[in-house]
């Protein structure tokens, strides 16, 4: 069960990613991803679901194959590939989030992003999908 302490609230994290466990040949120093959480169109993604019972400073480690990425990102797919600079999807990927802030955003950030996802037809990952 989700709880609702971060809905709505804008997340921050440092994105450290690599081709192995513990590595950062991705990123070589950790990368910003700032959203709103539970802003997405179709509900919360299972990435949202996982950082939900995080608290400041703690880390959610991950392992995703190519055919992962889109189902477990949902809407933060496209973000999450241009922060890491990402022009080829790697056979395997290995990313460090930690939470870093959780705030209050102000009524404008929220519009702008809802307005973002929506001028990118869902997710912007460019497969068609609606999330």
Sequence with gaps: MVSSEKMMKKISLNLIAGSAPESSSFTP????????FGAGSAGLTPFEIALDGMQVGERLSLKLATHEWISYFGHHYA????KLGLLIIPDTLFLEAELTAQSEPSAREVVQYMA????????GCGDGCTC
């Design 29 to 36: 120093s950790p990368v910003v991803l700032e959203f709103i």
């Design 79 to 82: 973000p999450i590939r241009e």
């Design 116 to 123: 973002k996802a929506m001028s990118q037809g869902g997710c």
